[in-house]
């Protein structure tokens, strides 16, 4: 069994890690926002952030002057099944926040690849690095949309090309659904002042301690995150 890092916070339940991550986010956002004109927030789908977002979502904060970022898409419209845009607008995107400015990684393309020179433009208006960021993981060790052996998995581990990458997941196209998707990658989570990862339940914790364990990257790219000398991952788990 690994050994969790320092940087492994367990929670008693799931609002009281909600409670925390969101409070960590708010000052992280105020303190960038007391030295410059704007902060920036990365943000993840699935189904685990709601509640960090509902709470933040009423945290007194210049909304004005935050921008927040998709970390990862299906390559389907806002208001098509599965946009994590829909997700970020109902949960995060309402109430105070509903005055932050949204960063969607959908571009016009039948192909995630056709749309990331558009992608790629908008995110290079936005101030870089950004401030901070909740990631999630799956039980199959993927975080934004990095799955294990997917097609684009180089290029979104990349840390000195674009920002964006597309990726199709292999399990997608045995099942033959949708696979499609969008990704931030490695160089965008470059400098951030806080990198979370928000994971809950038993199943997540044993990927964790797997992915903890010496292994290939492609197999578990979570560990991507957590090997890496210069990211100070923080981990925010709960039963
Ligand atoms: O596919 C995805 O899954 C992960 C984890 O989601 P969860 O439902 O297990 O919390 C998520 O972080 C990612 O953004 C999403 O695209």
């Known amino acids: 069994m690994a050994t969790m890092p320092e940087t492994f916070h367990p929670f008693g339940n799931g609002d009281a890690a909600a409670r925390a991550l969101a409070d960590a986010l708010a000052d992280t956002l105020q303190h960038a926002l007391a030295t410059r004109a704007r902060a920036s927030l990365i ?8 509640p960090v977002y509902r709470r933040l979502s009423v945290t007194d904060l210049d909304w004005t002057r ?19 845009a829909d997700f970020i607008c109902r949960t995060l995107l309402t109430g105070k926040a509903a005055q932050a400015r949204f960063t969607g990684l959908k571009s016009p393309g039948a192909r995630a690849a056709d749309g990331l020179p558009a992608t790629e433009a908008r995110l290079a208006a936005l101030h870089w690095p950004a401030d901070c960021a909740v990631l999630g993981m799956g039980d199959d060790g993927h975080t934004l949309s990095w799955f294990p ?15 964006v990458a597309s990726i199709t997941a292999r399990q997608s196209v045995v099942t033959g659904m949708l696979t499609e998707r969008i990704t931030l990658t490695m160089r965008a989570l470059e400098d951030l002042k806080l990198c979370a990862l928000l994971i809950r339940g038993d199943a997540k914790r044993a990927a964790l301690e797997k992915a903890l364990l010496p292994g290939p990257v492609e197999d578990m790219p979570v560990r991507a995150l957590l090997n890496h000398p210069l990211i100070d991952l923080q981990i925010f788990w709960s039963p």
């Open 43 to 50: 943000v993840s789908g699935g189904s685990t952030p709601e």
């Open 149 to 163: 052996h997917a097609d684009g998995l180089q290029d979104a581990l990349s840390e000195d090309g674009p920002r």
């Open 66 to 84: 935050i921008d927040v970022v998709l970390a990862d898409e299906r390559w389907v419209e806002p208001g098509e099944e599965g946009s994590n």
